[in-house]
């Protein structure tokens, strides 16, 4: 009877440490430079392993009158990025400015968000891509 309890036990135990199926990861990349300051031009890099889901931008207006945009360009050499979408977010006078992209099954091997600033502003951004571990 105790061998009984204690393989079921060590069964019970052994499930505990398995992950989760959907389990999610979340990266967290800054912009390469600190802030952007009026009429500056910054990137956030990705490398984008099988798993990558989608990317979020956030920027956030420290102070001016916050005016640009940000574009997601992508390349399979991690040199040559070119523009694979229209869909850009256009920075509005708000504290926060945020953007979604959705990452193709067909996906590249590495994404870059071109930030572009202008006016007179100060803006700090980050990214952050969501993986589903499997």
């Known amino acids: 009877m105790k061998r009984i309890i204690v393989f079921l036990l060590s069964i019970t135990t052994l499930l505990c440490f398995t992950g989760n199926i959907n389990a999610q990861q979340v990266t967290v990349v800054k912009s390469a430079k600190d802030t952007l300051n009026n009429a500056d031009t910054s990137y956030i890099k ?14 956030k207006r420290a102070s001016g009158t ?3 945009r940000a574009v997601l360009k992508a390349s399979n050499d ?5 523009g694979i979408s229209t869909d850009t977010l256009t920075f509005s006078n708000a504290a926060t400015n945020t953007k979604f992209w ?4 067909l ?7 071109e930030l ?9 951004a980050k990214g952050y891509m969501i993986r589903r571990r499997l």
């Open 66 to 68: 916050a005016a640009g």
């Open 116 to 124: 572009i600033s202008s006016g007179t502003t100060k803006l700090t």
């Open 78 to 82: 991690g040199v040559n990025f070119i």
């Open 46 to 59: 990705f490398e984008t392993p099988d798993d990558a889901k989608s990317i979020q931008l956030v920027v």
């Open 107 to 113: 996906y590249y091997g590495s994404y870059y968000i």
């Open 102 to 105: 959705t990452i193709s099954p």
